[in-house]
């Protein structure tokens, strides 16, 4: 079913799997990279499992366990070694993919309220001079994308590639809107002087 | 974009140490120390009403009092534990044995009134005063619990706010009935139980907004 669920049958106690990514995550409070690496890659297939069950397979389900994954990092501390890890884990994931549940439903409202709006808004979509009008350099707007600090990126893939609001980038970054809104505003303008060839890339500020 | 793989050794490769929080409970008591002293000072900067000790000499108002002051402590408490990750929502019933006493004692301290007083009791006035010094003393203390549990935006903002607001709410009530005198016990629980039913209403319908503006502690 899940890479945790092997990890939690290995031995008889419910909790053995718990045990073992509680004190990976105590390792990794005290700043331990590798249990870090090992406890958030052993837990992916446990939270894809979870959004699975939540959200069905869809385009967005890889995005809601990266999602989770941020959440977890930017609230490590609030986890207490000397609890199990597992229902720490869980309430988090759920909180997350209950907020990409509303996000969904609310795409949807706004794609009726569109077509209920008539077919004019979609007509200029098939116009094939305004579809050559749009076409860009996807790779090089990845590879800038890619050189971006992690913080900027973040900003540029919640903000602007998903859409998301401010308040709900700030949640599922775990960054404050204000943090957010600066990210994204030197994301945006390293991206245009790397794309254009201006001088300089990626801000060093994260 | 990214892959999860890519994302997890990013993580992994940036990851600093970090401090685990104190236990719930000792943040609460913190909270509540901090809580008690900034109502202490409101409630000397206007003097403590002279009537207290007879009013504290009956068993309703005493038991109204206490009530406030225990729902507003086992709120708190309530607040720490539900802003984590993992811990029961069931938490959020632990103020209503605080919240039946207040509610109850005031209940009594009507009809008591209206033994008193007769029809009399009933008469209700505006006190605008109480819902002004409820929402202003809940500001501060408000303002160090968001900062205390601002992690809670992404565990259960709505829950914490909810019973965040109660303990602020409820708190704040306690003082002002230190300092100033309401005629009846209806006006009390009007005023000062609409004030409190605003407090957590509020804090309610904005803790998404609220915890997104403040944004959870890094290390």
């Known amino acids: 079913m899940t890479a945790g669920a092997p990890v939690a049958r290995a031995a008889s106690p419910a909790s053995a799997g718990d045990d073992a990514w509680g004190l990976l995550m105590a390792r990794a409070q005290a700043g331990d990279r590798q249990a870090y690496g090992q406890l958030l890659s052993e837990a992916a297939p446990y939270l894809r499992a979870l959004a699975l069950r939540y959200l069905g397979s869809g385009p967005d389900l890889e995005d809601a366990v990266q999602e989770i994954l941020l959440s977890v990092h930017a609230i490590r501390h609030t986890y207490e070694p000397s609890r199990p890890f597992r229902p720490w884990l869980a309430t988090i994931a759920s909180r997350r993919l209950i907020d990409v549940l509303r996000r969904r439903s609310r795409h949807v409202r706004h794609e009726v309220e569109e077509s209920a709006a008539g077919p004019e808004a979609a007509g200029d979509e098939l116009d094939p001079s305004v579809i050559a009008g749009r076409v860009v350099d996807i790779r090089s707007v990845r590879q800038a994308v890619a050189a971006l600090p992690v913080r900027q990126r973040e900003a540029v893939r919640l903000l602007r590639l998903q859409e998301l609001s401010l308040e709900e980038a700030a949640t599922a970054s775990g960054q404050s809107t204000g943090a957010l809104k600066v990210a994204c505003h030197r994301a945006l303008k390293s991206l245009r002087e790397m794309l254009t060839g201006g001088k300089g890339g990626a801000s060093a500020h994260d | 974009m990214r892959t999860t793989e890519q994302l997890i050794d ?43 000790a007879a009013q504290f000499a009956r068993p309703v108002m005493a038991a109204e009092w206490l009530g406030a002051v225990l729902t507003g402590v086992l709120a708190a408490v309530a607040t720490f534990q539900v802003s984590l990750p993992g811990r029961s929502r069931r938490w959020l019933l632990l103020p209503l044995p605080g919240l039946t006493l207040w509610l109850g004692a005031l209940c009594l301290g009507c009809l008591a009134d209206w033994f008193r007083h007769g029809p009399a009791a009933w008469a209700v006035g505006p006190s605008w005063s109480c819902v002004q010094a409820i929402l202003t003393t809940s500001l501060p203390l408000g303002i160090a619990l968001l900062v205390m549990v601002r992690h809670a935006g992404l565990v259960r903002p709505g829950a914490t706010a909810l019973v965040g607001g109660l303990a602020v709410a409820a708190l704040s009530a306690a003082g002002l009935s230190l300092y100033h005198h309401v005629d009846t016990a209806l006006m009390v629980l009007i005023w000062h139980g609409g004030a409190v039913a605003l407090v957590v209403c509020a804090a309610w319908g904005v803790s998404e907004r609220l915890f997104a503006w403040i944004g959870p502690a890094r290390a």
């Open chain 2, 10 to 52: 990013q993580l992994a490769a940036t990851v600093v140490p970090v401090v685990p929080l104190k236990p719930a409970l000792l943040r609460a008591v913190g909270w509540l120390a901090l809580s008690a002293a900034i109502v202490a000072g409101i409630v000397l900067s206007h003097g403590v009403r002279p009537d207290l």
